[in-house]
């Protein structure tokens, strides 16, 4: 296996990163920009060579090629303290997009929890359609019988 430093810098997956991170953040003509640069988001790093030396340092390289660079809380900057690697599910997770919902002292984005209670988001919707609330319809509370009652 190769050493990391032997390879060309413009062929390391982190210094790719680096560059995806800069267009958001600089370059009004990148799609992500307004939820990037556009918010305010920075860069603590100047250059990219401070950059990959934080990044092998506290976090370590990636657990596999999967892995995305990912800032923990989506309001602060790319920073020290801020960054993380995590799988595409927790990259989803992780977005202003999502609706939190908190039961019991745990809170999950929608998908979450319908991944959790193996509910189809068909089924969901379905149900939501139907009347039942949010914590019924994710499979989080029984939903009360729909039955109607037999009157003598």
Not at 65 to 82: M, T, V
Not at 102 to 119: A, C, D, P, Q
């Amino acid at each position: 296996m190769k050493n990391y430093y032997s390879i060309p810098i413009t062929q390391r997956p982190l210094y790719r990163r680096w560059r995806q991170i800069r267009q958001t953040i600089f370059n009004p003509n990148d799609g992500s920009y307004p939820n990037i640069g556009g918010r305010g988001i920075g860069i603590y790093w100047d250059n990219y060579g401070d950059f990959e030396d934080y990044i092998l340092a506290h976090l370590g390289p990636p657990e596999d090629s999967s892995s995305k660079l990912n800032r923990i809380d989506q309001d602060r900057d790319y920073e020290p303290g801020n960054l993380r690697w995590a799988r595409q599910i927790e990259v989803s997770q992780n977005t202003k997009q999502n609706i939190n919902v908190r039961f019991r002292k745990e809170t999950h984005s929608i998908s979450e929890w319908l991944r959790r209670n193996g509910v189809l988001f068909t089924t969901y919707y379905s149900r939501l359609r139907r009347g039942w609330s949010q914590l019924e319809a994710l499979g989080l509370k029984p939903a009360p019988s729909r039955r109607k009652s037999a009157r003598k």
